[in-house]
């Protein structure tokens, strides 16, 4: 690899999810997801927002096509709406709910971007979660039917698909804090979600391989945990917090059995899972996703539910609109942390991003400093880790658009793209032109003073 660029063959794109972008979720015969129910109970999303319009791309898709290609990456990075396919979730499947995808995939591919797709992005087919959703065992077999469904019908386009995104805060907003459908607060089913998960996870996988083309993997959101002190409490909070957030799906799917910390994290509440489910889900995949947004500091707090850890802010530390703490090195140390661990599979960072509270608009454009210097030392952070002999395949921004924040609505805005949810007027940001020129000049001027 060159000192001061990124290789030829590297992926540059831009990520978004279905129902953070896509509105219109009932049209054309699609069933409602849980999130669409969610989103639509009183109190649930910070503004009251919802996913009905959002950026309206399902009506604007090719539009954005033409969007995405004038930004100059090579790759886009989106979900599928399952309850699209199959409005019941399993069952009757949808043909008008495939042909909307099949249109992206082919404005894409007809522009030279590769199609990066993830399979499930938190909107679950409303009648599933009906039947108990993650908690069901039978979601594994749901998951596997809707991905071999989607095999069938885009695989001769589709390079890279993933199966889950985050499947951690699946489990810990929807069944720890209650914060994501379905709303629940009950340890003993977030450890049957988690299990669910990951063993649905593993049949895609399973379905993926009846065709040999194609390269398959998940998408995970890690942190580094860190210490606020010496003091040995603090210590061990930060590596239950550690293995909580970043061990719990990683262990299983790579090394066979959850890491130790499991039991005491989840007291009662674990169960001891049947070994032939720990062989499934450690069925080998191609590349690994990560999702990278900051590190964070934490002190013991035995109150702090349910890993003990309570994040502490530091000062001096500039910190995103979500309260998230800026650490580019923290990038590099946790791809580096992933080889060492999981060894040397191919990864991909496939979101990285901010939400700031930008500048208006002036002059047709949006000066987002903040959000500019947070990519520019990311990927300097990512291309560190390269140099020192991560596979690193590829960089994805969180987001394409300012869109649908789940909780928090239309509140934050994450866009290198602005959208004016009013009028549906995309604005490009000066982030989306510094993001141009760097693919342009693959990463060079990142190391050229300014
Ligand atoms: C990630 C989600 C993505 C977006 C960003 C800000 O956890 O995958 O949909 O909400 O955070």
């Known amino acids: 690899m060159e000192t001061k660029s990124f290789p030829d063959d590297f992926l540059w794109g831009v990520a978004t999810s279905a129902y953070q972008i896509e509105g219109a979720p009932l049209a054309d015969g699609a069933g409602p997801s849980d999130w669409h129910l969610f989103a639509h109970e009183a109190g649930r999303i910070l503004d009251g927002g919802h996913g009905d319009t959002a950026c309206d791309h399902y009506n604007r898709c090719a539009d954005d096509i033409r969007l995405i290609a004038e930004l100059g990456v090579n790759a886009y990075r989106f979900s599928v709406s399952w309850s699209r ?50 908690v069901n065992r039978d979601s594994a077999e749901w998951f596997g039917d809707y991905a071999h469904t989607l095999f069938r019908a885009l695989k001769d386009r589709v390079r890279f698909w993933t199966t889950h995104n985050e499947p951690w805060v699946v489990m810990h907003n929807g069944y720890v ?107 080998p995949f191609d590349f690994l996703g990560l999702n ?48 060492e661990r999981y060894g040397d599979i191919p990864l991909y960072v496939t979101e990285n991003g901010a939400a700031f509270a930008d500048p208006p608009e002036e002059r047709g454009t949006i000066e987002d400093h903040a959000r500019v210097d947070y990519l520019r030392g990311h990927l300097v952070a990512a291309h560190e880790a390269m140099r020192q002999g991560v596979n690193l395949q590829g960089y994805f921004v969180w987001s394409l658009f300012d869109n649908f924040e789940w909780a928090f609505g239309y509140t934050k805005r994450f866009g290198i793209v602005g959208v004016d949810f009013a009028s549906q007027r995309r604005t490009p940001k000066l982030s989306a032109e510094f993001y141009r020129q760097t693919i342009g000049a693959r990463g060079r001027n990142l190391f050229q003073r300014a």
């Open 177 to 283: 804090k209650g914060a994501h459908p379905p709303g629940r607060a009950d340890l003993s089913q977030a450890a049957q979600a988690a299990q669910n998960l990951l063993r649905a996870h593993a049949r895609a996988v399973q379905a993926f391989r009846a065709d040999p083309t194609g390269k398959i993997g998940v998408v995970v959101n890690l942190e580094p945990k860190e210490p606020a002190s010496d003091d040995p409490r603090d210590i061990a909070a930060a590596t239950d917090a550690e293995a909580y957030m970043n061990r719990l799906f990683l262990d299983p799917l790579f090394l066979g059995s959850y890491p130790e910390e499991a039991a005491r994290i989840f007291g009662k509440d674990w169960p001891s899972f049947p070994e032939e489910d720990m062989r499934l889900i450690r069925e």
């Open 292 to 339: 990278y947004y900051t590190r964070s500091v934490n002190r013991a707090d035995p109150t702090a539910s349910p890993d003990g850890a309570a994040p502490v802010r530091q000062k001096g530390s500039t910190y995103t609109e979500m309260g998230w703490e800026v650490h580019p090195q923290s990038l590099a140390r946790t791809l580096l942390w992933l080889k």
């Open 85 to 134: 396919i199959f409005p019941q979730g399993v069952g009757a499947k949808n043909p008008q709910g495939l042909d909307f995808y099949d249109r992206l995939v082919d404005g894409l591919l007809a522009r030279g971007i590769e199609p990066f797709l993830t399979l499930y992005h938190w909107d679950l087919p409303a009648e599933l979660a009906a039947r108990g959703g993650w």
